[in-house]
């Protein structure tokens, strides 16, 4: 039910009575609602099958749909075919948006409390069964109710605490029109800062396996684009990105249209942090070390390492810190390391030689040398499984993607050309998965 199809909406207790009901069509009735405890909840606690007792069921020409949170259900009704995933999407943000004006849990003692608030609220949210408005900010901005009123004000409050409060209340429903009709339910208006600044950071992700000589099996590069905005005013902001991306998802800020025809990044932002867009790149990538591993088991009781890692990046970065894991077999006695740089040693715990530098110069080459001893066993020796090398590491301004920012823009329709902003864009590649097999 993509909610356009939805005829009613109930809260009902863990008993199966109704608490509440909000019908938007004609085609269901009550008595059907109260069908879902005759022959839902006792088939539940008659210990039904599992594939009787799921949260979609249909009765005849109905089709319900519940979900519980603490001590209730929420319940939708419809007799179309619809979006399953949607409709349980739009009773899960209910049950968010209930919680915000109750400040605190939706419960049957609160839905008994606030019955009248909620029906507000249900008008709001969907009319003739299409969902309408859902998000608390907006909707905070057009019920301005939050408990029981008085002629003085709220209860327990003084004469000048209530106009106060409804100073308030008159100043933010002044903004109400353009929150609804605007679409920028995440932004409020009259942000003022003394100073306009944007800091736009890309964080990649790499994730690689390679064959012992350095082949690339298998790669791809998972990245975000993770921003702060501190803009006065209603600003909007165009991103230019060479065409680099697949399975690319926005935040809802971002105008879809916009960048499907232009493939241009087009947002009005929130005030603060916010992540982007998320994004996934297959080809093309820069990998920014490679590995070549010889490992060598001479006879039962030695094990010899030789493990090469050297940067590709330019020799004006450098990584850190870089660490590079070289298993070894279960049976490990000691081993005696010889490193280029930084510091080795064995742990056991994670039966592997440990390589630890704090920093990896652009363009440098590493090497580790170790002897290993292994305890000798009368047993017949399972075959050592030769797990991959793993590497951790962290390179400030590098993209492996190849993802540039060919321009951002910001344009303020009021101030115009007045209106300055300071621009960062930083860069950070780090590990995910960086495998290489010996």
Known sequence: MACSACSAIYFLNLRGDILLERKYKDDVDREIAESFRDRILNAQHQNASPGQSGPIRTLGSVTFMYLRHSDIYVLMLTRSNGNAMLSFRFMTSLVSLFQSYFEGDLNESSIRSNFVL?????????????????DPAILKTLILQKGYKSEGGLLGTSASEAAAKKAKEAAAAANATLAVTGAVGWRREGIKYKRNEIFLDIVEQVNVLMSQNGTVLRNDVVGRIQMKCFLSDMPELRLGLNDQ??????????????????????????????????????????????????????????????VSVRSTF????????????????????????????????????????VWKMSK???????????????????????????????????????????????????????????????????????????????
């Open 118 to 134: 909620m029906y507000e609220l249900l008008d709001e949210v969907m009319d003739y069964g299409l969902p309408q408005i859902s």
């Open 314 to 353: 330019s020799n004006k970065m450098q990584a850190g810190p870089v660490v590079v894991l070289v298993p070894v077999p279960d049976n490990t006695a000691s081993a005696k390391l010889l490193v280029t740089a930084g510091r080795a040693k064995y742990d056991a715990t994670k039966k592997a030689l």
């Open 360 to 438: 990896f110069v652009g363009g440098a080459e590493h090497t580790l040398r170790a002897e290993v001893t292994l305890v000798a066993s009368t047993r017949e020796k399972k075959a050592w499984g030769r797990p991959p090398i793993q590497m951790q590491f962290q390179v400030p301004m590098l993209g492996a993607s190849g993802l540039r920012v060919q321009y951002l823009r910001v344009v303020e329709r009021k101030q115009g050309s007045a209106y300055k902003v300071d621009k960062w864009v930083r860069k950070l590649c780090k590990s995910g998965d960086y495998l290489v097999r010996i």
């Open 245 to 306: 991306m697949q399975d690319a998802t926005f935040h809802q800020c971002v105008n879809l249209g916009a960048y499907e025809s232009q493939k241009v990044v087009t947002f009005v932002p929130p005030d603060g942090e916010f992540e982007l867009m998320r994004y996934r790149v297959n080809d093309g990538i820069t990998l920014p070390f490679k590995v070549l591993p010889v490992i060598s088991e001479v006879g039962r009781t030695r094990l010899e390492a030789n």
